[in-house]
DNA sequence: ATTCAAATTGTAACCGGTTACATTTATGAA
DNA sequence: TTCATAAATGTAACCGGTTACAATTTGAAT
């Protein structure tokens, strides 16, 4: 399709100069006469030249490129993280290239070998479950790369996000601290999601006999989070709290309120996790856990960097969530 | 970083044949004996070769990339535009590539250039608002591009998408027909948005004696859908019914009412547009309008495709939405 | 066994950049 | 003016594939 592209040949027979110093002024080195640089600048300009990438990337063996394989970018926490990676990464020079999982590692592996097919120089991976045959094909092609969302300091490869289990137990911990002893956990699918079963197992470390959590899957939707209230109250009328950890479900949670007669928080506290944009503006503002996804975000796009660019290898971190308390969990009535 | 990785001349050298004969196998060539296929492929895996995109681009001349820039993925509509892109583009043996223009004609330009010099062979662009060197670009280029999301016959370039005036138009008519005389319909921000702009058109080409309207524009999230129905309802008590262009707007509508003893649809229908995944689950059911973007993304796919691979010239293709009535709206009560 | 066309494999040029090294030009001190 | 040195520019090899064309092998027919 695309017709006839200036190369880098045609600039400097245009300059009557060398390809040497069309290059040069191009990359922007300081070696060039003033009048050259506008010369060559001129040409390109007229000629419409663009470097050819793949010429480049051939002859520097850089691609610039860092790929990110997610499960699904139809939650908006993913949305809200490949958006800011893309800005960070763009930011220092890089550019993001993306593919969907679907949770499945097969599709992962399956989008990995495409990825580095595409000359990825990097990789952010997304939770704790990876095939082994993944981890293995990085190690033998040296390819560098991240894991996010969870922090996990155990793994030998760096991982850079929150601990999920301390976060579901501090959530666990505030709404008890309000005097609640029934607490409903909602949660969505635990297959294929570390990070949905870390949270559980921080939240059933506090389990006891002054604590009952009671704990419902569901689809990790609006749908979802409806259907569980219903059915776990009424299977058990002393619950006080739901813990969502998800902001879908705790919306699903209001849904199936209604009609009831059942009012939040007066009769049922809830608590999301995740923060989303609509949290404050729902009825009654939703007390949750803000996730620093973007922080998480910006602070792989510059580790990655740094290690593409300085080779500074890439170290763990913790980043920390934190409550953000509005008007859906109150004090147990008695 | 990446340690040394094995090109075709070391897979030639392994098996003692030429890099011609390498790549025919692995470029599936159908003229090589059976006996020396399996040969390369066997060194092939045990090299762990995977073939260099840059030389392979560089020499075919082809990147099997697209790239596509869209406003913000943090809208569901363009996280699952993206979705169904990146898996129909798949399908059919290219990669795409994402940028954002946070709808600013400027950032939409110098992602382009970017792209382009990524190697994008072709380019999917959101919206019928781009800056005319944009257009330029492509043209001289000869870059081949489409418009999506919205269809407009009347470019001379391709359009896919749906009929946002007559969408409008359409929902205006479905209220008006429960006898609603008074609709307030609420709209994110017109600026740079001409997807709004033609919806609002649509609604307002409706406009008469009979039929009162008013138009509220907000920012296009949950609380600004709140905020606009408490103001419009403030001031103008004789409306029953509200059309949102975008469900979470009806989602605040829906919260803005709580408190107010306003009841839906009772005292107020709503109707919104997206048919957004929980427009079912929230109480009571949200009537829509579902929007095409799967499809309109399938579409875009195949004829990018079509394009690139066999040269078919793209046409514009209308598709339309479609009415889901469910509970929130009802005949006004005289 | 010989011949010849068809099938397989090899050779080498080319894609469009970068960069080490060689060459030319500019600058300034003697 | 001359020469030493530094700065600017040029030459050509290289990155790792593809592919036209040449060379070789295969196999069927005579």
Redesign the interface.
């Known amino acids: 399709?695309?017709?006839k592209?200036g190369s880098i040949r045609d600039v400097a027979k245009e300059t009557g100069l060398s390809i040497a110093t069309v290059s040069r002024v191009v990359n922007g080195a300081k070696n060039v006469t003033p009048k050259t640089r506008d010369r060559v600048m001129d040409a390109c300009k007229k000629l419409?030249y663009?470097?050819?990438?793949?010429?480049?990337?051939?002859s520097t063996r850089k691609?610039k490129?860092v790929a990110a394989i997610i499960p699904?970018?139809?939650h908006?926490v993913f949305?809200?993280f490949?958006?800011a990676l893309?800005?960070s990464l763009?930011d220092g020079g890089y550019?993001?290239?993306?593919?969907?999982s679907h949770a499945d590692e097969e599709d992962e592996l399956k989008a990995a070998?495409?990825l580095?097919?595409?000359?990825a120089?990097?990789f952010i991976l997304s939770g704790d479950a990876h095939s082994p045959e993944l981890l293995d094909l990085f190690k033998?092609?040296?390819?560098?790369f991240i894991v996010t969302s969870v922090w996990n300091p155990t793994r030998d490869y760096p991982s850079i996000g929150y601990n999920n289990f301390m976060l579901a137990a501090n959530a666990v911990k505030f709404i008890a601290s309000k005097g609640h002893r029934d607490i409903a956990v909602l949660h969505g699918p635990l297959l294929m999601n570390d990070r949905t079963r870390m949270r559980r197992e921080g939240a059933l470390s506090l389990q006891s006999d002054r604590l009952e959590l009671t704990f419902v899957e569901s689809s990790l939707?609006?749908?979802g989070g409806?259907k569980a209230i219903r059915e776990v109250l009424e299977h058990n009328g002393k619950i006080t709290a739901a813990l969502c950890f998800s902001d879908?479900l705790a919306?699903?949670v209001y849904?199936g309120l209604?009609?009831t007669g059942r009012k939040i928080p007066k009769d049922l506290s809830v608590m999301g996790f995740d923060n989303i944009?609509?949290a404050?503006?729902?009825?009654p503002p939703l007390t949750t856990i803000e996730l620093p996804d973007r922080k998480i975000a910006a602070e792989v796009a510059s580790q990655i960097i740094a290690?593409?660019e300085y080779?500074r290898p890439i170290g763990s971190v913790e980043l920390f969530g934190k409550i953000i308390e509005r008007n859906s969990v109150s004090d147990v009535t008695v």
């Not at 033998?140 to 560098?144: A, C, I, Q, T, Y």
């Open positions: 399709m695309s017709g592209v419409d663009l470097p050819n990438p793949a010429a480049k990337a051939l691609t490129t699904t970018i139809e908006s949305a809200k490949i958006s893309e800005q763009e550019s993001l290239v993306l593919a969907i070998r495409k580095l097919g595409m000359g120089e990097a033998r092609r040296n390819v560098p939707d609006v749908a409806k879908v919306l699903g849904m209604k009609g944009d609509w404050e503006a729902v009825e290690l593409l080779g």
